[in-house]
C-alpha cells in the first residue's frame, strides 16, 4: 500500500490516540500533533505514563486507560519506547499506527517495525499529520515537498 494511502486511512478515523506528550509542551511534537488533531475534530487522547494531565487536560497513562477504544496510534516517543508502544496495540488490537520521523529516526525503531509487520499492524514511517491535517501551514507544505522529491512519501 502506498504512504498516501496508508496516511488517509489513518486520518479516516475518528479515535485517535497520542502517544509520547510531555509535560514539557513545548519541547515535544507530540503535543502540537494532539492540538492539532483536536483542532481538526478528531477525538484525540493524550498519552504519557508518567502523568495524570498535561496542560489542563486529562491525560491516560495507557492505551488500555483512554475512555474509549482507540483506533489508530500516532507515535511521538523516543524510538527505544515505541516497540513497548507496538506490544501495546497488539494487546488492545489497535491496527494502524505512524511514527513521527520527519528527519532522522524520530519515534521509528527497527524492531517496532518488524513486530508492526509481523502483527498485521499498517505502519506509517515517514512524514508527519502536521503536513496533511488542514489547515497545513508553509513549513508543512514545504516539508511535504521536499519529502515527495525525496520518494519518502508516494
Not at 488533531?37 to 477525538?43: D, E, I, Q, V
Not at 529516526?105 to 508527519?128: H, V
Request: glycine residues 8%.
Amino acid at each position: 500500500m502506498k504512504t498516501s494511502e496508508q496516511i488517509t486511512n489513518f486520518l479516516s478515523n475518528k479515535n485517535i490516540a497520542v502517544v509520547g506528550v510531555s509535560r514539557n509542551p513545548q519541547t515535544n511534537v507530540g503535543n502540537a500533533i494532539y492540538k492539532k488533531f483536536k483542532s481538526a475534530g478528531y477525538n484525540v487522547y493524550q498519552v504519557n505514563p508518567n502523568a495524570d494531565e498535561i496542560n489542563g487536560e486529562k491525560c491516560y497513562r495507557s492505551l488500555s486507560s483512554t475512555p474509549v477504544k482507540v483506533e489508530a496510534v500516532f507515535l511521538s516517543t523516543h524510538p527505544q519506547k515505541s516497540l513497548d508502544v507496538v506490544r501495546e496495540c497488539v494487546e488492545n488490537g489497535i491496527k494502524q499506527v505512524w511514527f513521527h520521523r520527519a528527519f532522522g529516526d524520530g519515534s521509528y525503531s527497527r524492531e517496532a517495525g518488524d513486530l508492526c509487520k509481523e502483527k498485521g499492524i499498517d505502519a506509517i514511517t515517514y512524514g508527519c499529520p502536521m503536513m496533511y491535517v488542514k489547515p497545513v501551514d508553509f513549513g508543512h507544505k514545504c516539508i511535504k515537498f521536499f519529502m515527495k522529491l525525496g520518494g519518502k512519501l508516494s
